[in-house]
């Protein structure tokens, strides 16, 4: 618990005065400050220290009065970053965290810091999870088998139930299949020789033209126990991937477009990524204090505009402050999955978004607190995205940066789709391409980019077969409609015709009828006169 003291410095009427200043002191002396209040300051918070705020109603202060507020204090432990030591003697790592998810200290690797302990050891094993890619590979075989089952199910006859499948005799799924067995049993070129087939994973063909796995085999080159053989060998077997002769530029995806390179592909790079950062225009002081008066700032990250930042009240060093303002800018509930990091520069805060290229922005608002941050309230910067372009046997194929990402255009006949990522510095950057990039397809790989000409809703050859099957059904409706008009067409003949008959008939019966009247009546006169 803490007690602090407030006395009115100059006394005026809340909600009218302008200017009325109240000064507060806590139990200890170690936080004091003054709070100004302005005509419209009614009901209106105002920060005396860090968890506690204070509101004036309307009414009259006089110079001079006095009054205490006991305040409960829930801080156990001042905030700090997370602290990790990497390694031990001279050459260990230490690095912060402003957060208990560590990244970059191990490559592809988070470390989630659950509990703090200097004076115990933890070792870390980074292995791959052999498990979770055995059953990748096991539901590969299950699922090439089944396709292979369906297409055969479609074109065979049953001569028990005399049942015919509705593609017998239709070379076209012949073909299909034929184009799936010979993909699976290929060579996959640019991966290591002794992993170039799905046989030396221990993956063969039977008499049915089905894949069966040798499961030790199989747990064997995932555990690294065959010589020569590296998970990462088993990976690029199955997958599309390359490989960089740079660091600063990694491959991370493709698509069923983007072609396996016969000879390296080239990467030359014109600009690199880059982050926005601003640098206030003065150095901070050694000790500056924050209070009521001067702990509000508002600034933009990323072309979001943050709510009101308040600083929390208290004397803070360089360093302090930086972390403190980097801390309140990240909570910021406006500006919710964008950050920042503060650091220092000969004395002066910068601030640096974590995002790159056009999308990154910092710009600095407006508030009481721009002039002990050093700030002039004119600071921004926006960051830029990479630019480069992929060379493929001397021809230039165009790409398109976003951030640290270069993407080839759609268009292109190599690397469609094929998606880099560049860290490197501009000060990195040399005449020429800056990396040469193997692309290799695995089996899976190839199955996809097939299937997917396959199944293209434009020019796939099912479409073109559908196409077809649909073509004949619309040639034999059409010649159904032709064969039903005509059968109309007689139908109305005979009609009319067996309606002339009838009325022929009809005729002849009443020229029959009076023909047979004139007979009686001749035979009855004749009677007569005999």
Do not use: C, H
């Given at each position: 618990?803490d007690?602090?003291?407030?006395?009115?410095?100059?006394?005026?009427?809340?909600?009218?005065?302008?200017?009325?200043?109240?000064?507060?002191?806590?139990?200890?002396?170690?936080?004091?400050?003054?709070?100004?209040?302005n005509?419209g300051?009614?009901?209106?918070?105002?920060?005396?220290a860090?968890?506690?705020?204070?509101?004036?109603?309307?009414?009259?202060?006089?110079?001079?009065?006095?009054?205490?507020?006991?305040?409960?204090?829930?801080?156990?432990?001042?905030?700090?970053?997370?602290?990790?030591?990497?390694?031990?003697?001279?050459?260990?790592?230490?690095?912060?965290?402003a957060?208990?998810?560590?990244?970059g200290?191990?490559?592809?690797?988070?470390?989630?810091?659950?509990?703090?302990?200097?004076?115990?050891e933890?070792?870390?094993?980074?292995?791959?999870?052999?498990?979770?890619?055995?059953?990748?590979?096991?539901?590969?075989?299950?699922?090439?088998?089944?396709?292979?089952?369906?297409?055969?199910?479609?074109?065979?006859?049953?001569?028990?139930?005399?049942?015919?499948?509705v593609?017998?005799?239709?070379?076209?799924?012949?073909?299909?299949?034929?184009?799936v067995?010979?993909?699976?049993?290929?060579?996959?070129?640019?991966?290591?020789?002794?992993?170039?087939?799905?046989?030396?994973?221990?993956?063969?063909?039977?008499?049915?033209?089905?894949?069966e796995?040798?499961?030790?085999?199989?747990?064997?080159?995932?555990?690294?126990?065959?010589?020569?053989?590296?998970?990462?060998?088993?990976?690029?077997?199955?997958?599309?991937?390359?490989?960089?002769?740079?660091?600063?530029?990694?491959?991370?995806?493709?698509?069923?477009?983007?072609?396996?390179?016969?000879?390296?592909?080239?990467?030359?790079?014109?600009?690199?990524?880059?982050?926005?950062?601003?640098?206030?225009?003065?150095?901070?002081?050694?000790?500056?204090?924050?209070?009521?008066?001067?702990?509000?700032?508002?600034?933009?990250?990323?072309?979001?505009?943050?709510?009101?930042?308040?600083?929390?009240?208290?004397?803070?060093?360089?360093?302090?402050?930086?972390?403190?303002?980097?801390?309140?800018?990240?909570?910021?509930?406006?500006?919710?999955?964008?950050?920042?990091?503060?650091s220092?520069?000969?004395?002066?805060?910068?601030?640096?978004?974590?995002?790159?290229?056009?999308?990154?922005?910092?710009?600095?608002?407006?508030?009481?607190?721009?002039t002990?941050l050093?700030?002039?309230?004119?600071?921004?910067?926006?960051?830029?995205?990479?630019?480069?372009?992929?060379?493929?046997?001397?021809?230039?194929?165009p790409?398109?940066?976003?951030?640290?990402?270069?993407?080839?255009?759609?268009?292109?006949?190599?690397?469609?789709?094929?998606?880099?990522?560049?860290?490197?510095?501009?000060?990195?950057?040399?005449?020429?391409?800056?990396?040469?990039l193997?692309?290799?397809?695995?089996?899976?790989?190839?199955?996809?980019?097939?299937?997917?000409?396959?199944?293209?809703?434009?020019?796939?050859?099912?479409?073109?077969?559908?196409?077809?099957f649909?073509?004949?059904?619309?040639?034999?409706?059409?010649?159904?409609?032709?064969?039903?008009?005509?059968?109309?067409?007689?139908?109305?003949?005979?009609?009319?015709?067996?309606?002339?008959?009838?009325?022929?008939?009809s005729?002849?019966?009443?020229?029959?009828?009076?023909l047979?009247a004139?007979?009686v009546?001749?035979?009855?006169?004749?009677?007569?006169?005999?």
């Amino acid at each position: 618990n803490d007690t602090y003291r407030f006395t009115v410095v100059t006394g005026g009427t809340v909600g009218t005065t302008d200017g009325i200043q109240i000064s507060y002191i806590d139990g200890s002396g170690e936080n004091s400050g003054t709070i100004t209040l302005n005509s419209g300051d009614t009901d209106v918070s105002k920060t005396v220290a860090e968890g506690l705020q204070i509101k004036f109603s309307e009414g009259t202060l006089v110079a001079g009065q006095t009054f205490t507020i006991d305040a409960f204090v829930p801080t156990l432990q001042e905030a700090a970053n997370a602290s990790v030591t990497f390694g031990s003697g001279n050459g260990a790592l230490t690095i912060q965290s402003a957060t208990n998810q560590v990244d970059g200290l191990i490559g592809g690797a988070t470390l989630s810091l659950l509990g703090a302990d200097s004076n115990k050891e933890v070792k870390l094993t980074i292995a791959n999870d052999t498990d979770a890619a055995k059953n990748a590979v096991l539901d590969f075989v299950k699922s090439y088998n089944d396709l292979l089952q369906f297409i055969d199910d479609q074109v065979r006859y049953d001569a028990q139930t005399k049942q015919a499948g509705v593609l017998l005799g239709e070379r076209s799924a012949t073909t299909i299949e034929d184009d799936v067995r010979r993909v699976v049993s290929e060579l996959v070129s640019g991966v290591n020789g002794q992993m170039n087939r799905l046989g030396a994973l221990g993956i063969t063909t039977d008499e049915q033209g089905r894949l069966e796995v040798n499961d030790v085999k199989l747990t064997d080159a995932l555990t690294g126990r065959l010589t020569g053989v590296t998970f990462d060998d088993v990976r690029r077997l199955f997958a599309l991937s390359g490989q960089s002769t740079n660091g600063g530029i990694q491959f991370v995806s493709g698509s069923t477009r983007t072609k396996a390179s016969t000879t390296p592909y080239q990467v030359e790079i014109s600009q690199v990524a880059e982050q926005a950062s601003i640098t206030a225009t003065s150095a901070l002081a050694a000790s500056t204090v924050i209070d009521g008066t001067n702990d509000t700032l508002t600034i933009t990250v990323d072309g979001k505009a943050s709510s009101t930042i308040t600083l929390a009240a208290g004397t803070y060093t360089r360093l302090a402050l930086a972390q403190e303002l980097q801390a309140k800018i990240n909570a910021n509930p406006d500006l919710t999955g964008r950050k920042v990091a503060v650091s220092l520069n000969s004395d002066r805060l910068v601030i640096t978004s974590s995002t790159y290229g056009l999308a990154s922005e910092v710009k600095i608002g407006s508030g009481t607190a721009l002039t002990p941050l050093g700030f002039a309230g004119t600071e921004s910067d926006k960051g830029q995205d990479v630019v480069g372009k992929f060379i493929v046997n001397g021809v230039d194929e165009p790409a398109t940066g976003t951030g640290q990402f270069l993407v080839g255009s759609a268009t292109n006949p190599n690397t469609a789709d094929l998606q880099v990522r560049v860290t490197l510095a501009a000060g990195q950057l040399q005449a020429g391409a800056e990396a040469n990039l193997t692309v290799t397809r695995g089996i899976a790989s190839k199955l996809d980019a097939v299937l997917g000409r396959l199944l293209d809703p434009v020019t796939g050859r099912v479409k073109v077969i559908n196409d077809g099957f649909q073509s004949q059904i619309d040639d034999i409706k059409e010649s159904v409609t032709r064969q039903n008009e005509i059968l109309e067409s007689r139908r109305q003949s005979l009609l009319r015709r067996f309606t002339a008959m009838e009325r022929a008939v009809s005729q002849l019966r009443g020229t029959s009828d009076f023909l047979s009247a004139q007979l009686v009546s001749t035979t009855r006169l004749r009677q007569q006169q005999g």
